[in-house]
């Protein structure tokens, strides 16, 4: 069985054609790049979307030797993202799911990070950390749902990255200019550590970072807004990881790719005995393969819709999703 | 300090004695990926936060005496309270979240935020009187929104550590809540609601296209 995931939430278009043992045998995308201090204007990022589409989809295919018509199924991002942007890859998947009579399968965009993680990793029944631009959650799968045990109550970790970027004029999605800077910053400076409970809140901390970086150097400033983001997420991960006694830890997401996270978590988990499983970077970030690959379980578990009922879901809570396959 | 009975996100916790009593000493330990500046810091204000913040709220809850506060050494020692923790009863008994409910809202009306009410914070002791403990991230306001996110977190808690019995739980909770709380039920619920909405992806607003 192979299927073809189309993602397009957010800066990213991209294509895959994946099969039912898991082989990846295309992953084609192009990101959106707004200008420098800009954040993605989602109109702007929907034009993008819609011409590069053909280019990818057409080289995705070809990667993968294969046409639509031995195409099993069509996945595609249902959700949550920008409207404009989810709508690009929606309409293209109903049209070709329409047009070559393939079944259509909509795919959380959240769950296709954890899902894409779990097969690369090999993380079988992990603490997962989602955190993507639109997610910065930590969840276990329990009664076929993914649960959430904690998240931010306001920005997530991509948003302050990417927000404090932007405002010291580096251009969006910044997260690997801001890790760059970080690497060369030395002094730490004090700023906002704000953990209530499992839940985190990082509003505070974006605006006493933009504040700071008026007066210190930027590199000082990227490198406390890091250390203190991520001691801060680690906290709430351990508290989770102290609750559920996972084996593993996994991060999946955007902001995965980022090696002082990535170096923090590694520590997290010995701590508490467990170990750390994180998504290959090239695999961190917004993909069609974590669509198609998403949906060759919900193809699997009999999930899927009528073209005429296809739908997106700018807002759509991951903990309100059936995972059939999950325990 | 004799034995680690527990290891949390933030500290350990060994069961020893002081002077004649059992008691618990919690530990703050250095964690060894985080900035030292940054880790001392907390450290330091989180262990006097829980001292005071443990002595304030006695005066509306039960909650253990505080035998010994040592800022530099980040070790706080605590009287001992043997008994059971809700976590591992609630499964079998969810109407004992109506006391989480109480207390919570006792200390709400008195102006303390606990900052991190779950079931593993509330200890059933052997006397039958009921124990709050871990005020690390406990702080004082006035903020209708600051006891909301009290609220939204423990219900986060029982979703996804109680889920069998979320409902049951929930509603002895707010059953609990409102019998002692000076704020009215909608005004709480319509905060609750705004909270879980914000930035978040939280309701469903599903279109065809």
């Known amino acids: ?327 | 300090m004799e034995k680690l009975i527990s290891r949390g996100a933030e500290a350990d916790i060994y069961l020893g004695k002081w002077g004649p009593l059992d008691a618990v000493y919690k530990v703050r330990i250095r964690k060894p990926y985080m900035n030292e500046v940054l880790d001392s810091f907390l450290r330091r204000t989180r262990t006097l936060r829980e001292a005071k913040m443990l002595r304030t709220a006695r005066a509306y809850i039960p909650t253990p005496h505080v035998l010994y506060v040592g800022p530099k050494s980040y070790v706080l020692v605590l009287e001992y309270i043997s008994g059971r923790v809700m976590k591992d009863e609630l499964n079998s008994n969810p109407s004992l979240a109506f006391y989480m409910g109480v207390y919570l809202a006792r200390l709400h009306s008195n102006g303390i935020a606990h900052g991190d009410p779950n079931t593993s914070n509330m200890i059933l002791g052997a006397s039958g009187k009921y124990y709050m403990i871990d005020f690390g991230l406990s702080y004082f306001t006035e903020r209708i929104e600051d006891y909301a996110v009290d609220v939204h977190l423990f219900r986060e808690i029982l979703n996804v550590q109680h889920t069998e019995v979320y409902d049951e739980a929930l509603r002895s909770f707010y059953e609990g809540y409102f019998s002692e709380s000076k704020i009215e039920k909608n005004r709480m619920l319509d905060k609750l609601d705004e909270i879980e909405k914000r930035g978040r992806y939280s309701r469903r607003r599903s279109f065809q296209f």
């Open chain 1, 1 to 327: 069985m192979i299927g073809l995931g189309i993602e397009s939430t957010a800066h990213t278009f991209g294509a895959s054609i994946m099969s039912d043992d898991g082989k990846i045998l295309s992953n084609v995308k192009d990101v959106y790049r707004p200008p420098e201090g800009m954040g993605i204007h989602p109109r702007e990022a929907s034009r993008h979307h819609s011409d590069v589409a053909p280019r990818v989809l057409k080289e995705a295919l070809r990667q993968a030797g294969v046409s639509y018509r031995d195409l099993d199924f069509i996945a595609y991002s249902a959700g949550p993202g920008l409207g404009p942007c989810l709508r690009v890859g929606a309409t293209l998947a109903r049209f070709l799911s329409a047009y070559y009579d393939k079944p259509l399968v909509p795919v959380h965009h959240g769950i296709g990070h954890i899902e894409l993680g779990s097969l690369l990793t090999g993380a079988r029944d992990p603490l997962v950390l989602l955190l993507s631009g639109g997610h910065t959650m930590i969840l276990a799968a329990h009664m076929k749902r993914w649960r959430v045990f904690g998240e931010t109550l306001d920005i997530t970790l991509g948003q302050l990255i990417d927000q404090f970027g932007r405002y010291v004029g580096l251009s969006s999605p910044a997260g690997p200019q801001v890790e760059a800077l970080a690497q060369k910053g030395r002094k730490f400076i004090q700023l906002p550590y704000i953990v209530k409970g499992n839940d985190i809140s990082y509003s505070g901390l974006l605006s006493a970072a933009k504040k700071a970086s008026r007066k210190e150097a930027v590199e000082d400033v990227a490198y406390s807004l890091q250390e203190v983001a991520f001691s801060m997420l680690a906290e709430t991960a351990e508290r989770a990881l102290a609750l559920t006694k996972k084996q593993e830890l996994m991060v999946v997401g955007g902001v995965a790719a980022n090696k002082r996270l990535r170096e923090i978590l590694e520590k997290v988990a010995e701590r508490h005995g467990s170990r750390l499983y994180a998504v290959p970077q090239e695999y961190a970030g917004d993909c069609g393969a974590q669509i198609a690959w998403t949906g060759v379980l919900y193809y699997r578990s009999g999930v899927k819709v009528q073209p005429e009922s296809a739908f997106i879901q700018q807002k759509w809570r991951i903990d309100e999703v059936d995972v059939p396959w999950r325990s």
